[in-house]
């Protein structure tokens, strides 16, 4: 099966380099094998990352969530989960919480709801700029 590729160009520090030398020698893999691999492994996990991003933001519903992440429903239930992340799929839960909190008399749950209700966004991922060649041409390094 013959797949069109793109070549992509990484600028590195030395010590990246060798490191990256290091490992493909300890692996028996071929350092663009091992790039390859990080950067698809690299690629779904910042792509699960966004979308629960969203899904936190209540962008996105669950299954639109699993969507816009390229993984099933339940992979993404699962990682939603395993980030103990709040699951409200039904419009007015948190109302009809709150309304609960209230009629118990349950100060530890109305927190519960007020914080979720006033949770913020989430920041981007810190993630260091990768300059390709050819984004830079002109530019002295």
């Known amino acids: ?6 070549t992509k160009s990484i600028r590195m520090s030395r010590e990246e380099s060798q490191e990256l030398t290091r490992l493909s020698a300890q692996m028996a893999a071929s350092e663009a094998a091992l ?6 492994e690299g690629l779904r996990t910042q792509k699960i990352e966004l979308a629960i991003r969203r899904y936190m933001q209540r962008e996105v ?4 969530g699993a969507a816009l992440a ?4 339940n992979r993404f239930l699962r990682e939603v989960q395993t980030r103990n992340v709040v699951i409200l799929e039904e419009d007015g839960f948190l109302d009809r919480l709150a309304f609960l909190a209230g009629a118990l008399g349950d100060d530890t749950l109305r927190a519960a709801v007020e914080r979720a209700i006033a949770q913020p966004a989430l920041p981007p991922p810190d993630l260091e700029p990768v300059s390709f060649v050819g984004d830079d041409l002109g530019k002295q390094t």
Not at 1 to 6: F, G, K, L, Q
Not at 35 to 40: E, G, K, S, V
């Open 61 to 64: 519903d669950l299954r639109n």
């Open 1 to 6: 099966m013959n797949v069109a590729t793109v």
């Open 70 to 73: 390229g993984v099933s429903y």
């Open 35 to 40: 790039m390859r691999q990080w950067i698809r």
